[in-house]
């Protein structure tokens, strides 16, 4: 009997791996076409095979504690050219990663909540000890809704972590991360520095 529930829970284990990859595989895949779909887009099609990312890990697919924020003050937040916009604090999230306690703040865009179909977009910047080695020197993103936060808690899966498009070419106005959010461990997962292997 135990040797059999052991099999039954191995199986399980390499099922929800393999749902977890074609999963992140399809939401990748999503991401790379919507580059074409985009009329402001830095990338044409052939840029596209010099996009790179880390493997799926579900290890970084983490549960938080999430406190929303209903009096945070709204505030004009950096960008790394141009002018910044206004956002305000919406959640505070607690979780562990690495073995050790982690924060992350979530942010909405003000000027959002003037449109329907973006009012309940939200907005997750942050900064890890991947930046200006593996991954893009002014951190990346990370977008959630509303909807997504349920009973008091949020699942973050930084494999869907990708660049601003600061991160492939000048003239964009891409938001800086503020210092809260940066992370004091390497998040090894989600996508990676643009044109690892291009020759310029």
Known sequence: ??????VLCLFS????????KTQLAKHRKNYTEDFLKDKRSPLNEKDLQYLRFYEADSNYNVKANATILTDATPFIMPVFSGSGAEYVPYALLKFTLAGKPQELTVYRNTSFLKRPELADYLFLPFTDLTNSS???AGGRYLDFREGDFKSGTLFIDFNKAYNPYCAFSGGYSCPKP?????????????EQNFALDKKH
């Open 134 to 136: 593996a991954t893009y």
């Open 1 to 6: 009997m135990k040797y059999l529930l052991l």
């Open 13 to 20: 284990l390499e099922s929800f791996s393999q749902d977890f």
């Open 178 to 190: 503020p210092d809260e959010n940066h992370l004091k461990i390497a998040i090894e997962a989600g």
